[in-house]
């Protein structure tokens, strides 16, 4: 079955440290890879997304993620956390032979960013 | 996003009752879906439509139904309200012309006593 996992239900960090949230899938051929977040009481906002060519891809609020075919990974990522970073973080997968461009979620990762 | 907008915000209701759940978008795009999010399950795929004429459903569909009335307008029902619909549902849209990213509205929160 395909999935995507998110290994960490809580990261916290503080700030003015890097972060890193993690995002392993699984599914067949080579995938559509995106991070959303998500802030309290509103909808998910798209960060970044890997289509094909270069493995880091960059996003929005000074995030990038690191596509890693051979560990079938998407690792969300940025050299300095801030506060306002605090938020739930979804990683999601497209698989390339889907119909409809249905995504593929994982549980999501609550990121806390402290002073 | 306010290029997505779901009513209501938030709605408690009992069970056994029909509720609509609706959403619009003005984006312009083909394709729309409804999700449910429940904490620690991220979100699942309740129903897609590619166009007014086409409807899908999701991996979770059971107990509920959509109409899509226009290009800019997907509204999800739940004939017989249970509680463990309880959840907060979101509808998204994605233009399917290969940017594949999908937008979504702000979401409803739906509460069945």
Same mark, same amino acid.
């Given at each position: ?28 051929? %080579? ?5 959303y977040v998500q802030y309290p009481n509103r909808g998910l906002q798209?960060l /970044?997304?890997? =289509? ?9 609020y ?12 998407? &690792? ?5 956390? /801030?506060?306002s970073d605090s938020a739930l973080y979804f ?17 999501? !990762?609550e990121l806390?960013?402290?002073? | 996003d ?7 915000? %938030? ?17 312009? &795009? ?14 699942? /795929? ?9 409807? %899908?459903? *999701?991996? =979770? ?14 509204? +999800? ?6 509680? %463990?619909?309880?959840? +907060? ?6 233009? *399917? ?7 979504f509205?702000p979401g409803?929160?739906?509460?069945? !006593?």
């Amino acid at each position: 079955a395909q999935s995507v996992a998110q290994p960490e239900d809580q990261v916290n960090v503080a700030e003015g440290n890097p972060l890193t949230v993690k995002c392993t899938y699984s599914v067949s051929g %080579n995938p559509y890879l995106f991070w959303y977040v998500q802030y309290p009481n509103r909808g998910l906002q798209f960060l /970044l997304k890997y =289509i094909t060519g270069d493995n880091l891809v960059k996003g929005s609020y000074g995030f990038e993620a690191e596509f890693n075919k051979s560990q079938t990974s998407f &690792h969300l990522k940025k050299p300095s956390a /801030l506060v306002s970073d605090s938020a739930l973080y979804f990683c999601a997968v497209r698989p390339l032979y889907n119909q409809g461009g249905k995504l593929i979620f994982g549980q999501g !990762t609550e990121l806390s960013v402290k002073p | 996003d306010a290029d997505v907008t779901q009513t209501p915000r %938030n709605r408690i209701t009992k069970t056994g009752k029909r509720i609509m759940l609706e959403c619009s978008q003005t984006k312009g &795009h083909d394709r729309m879906y409804w999700y449910r999010q429940d904490p620690g399950l991220g979100l699942r /795929l309740i129903y897609y439509s590619f166009d007014v004429k086409d409807i %899908n459903k *999701g991996e =979770i569909s059971d107990g509920y139904s959509v109409s899509r009335q226009a290009q800019a307008k997907f509204s +999800l029902s739940l004939e017989s309200a249970i509680p %463990n619909q309880t959840a +907060l549902y979101f509808c998204a849209t994605s233009d *399917g012309t290969g940017s594949y990213e999908q937008y979504f509205g702000p979401g409803t929160r739906l509460t069945v !006593t």
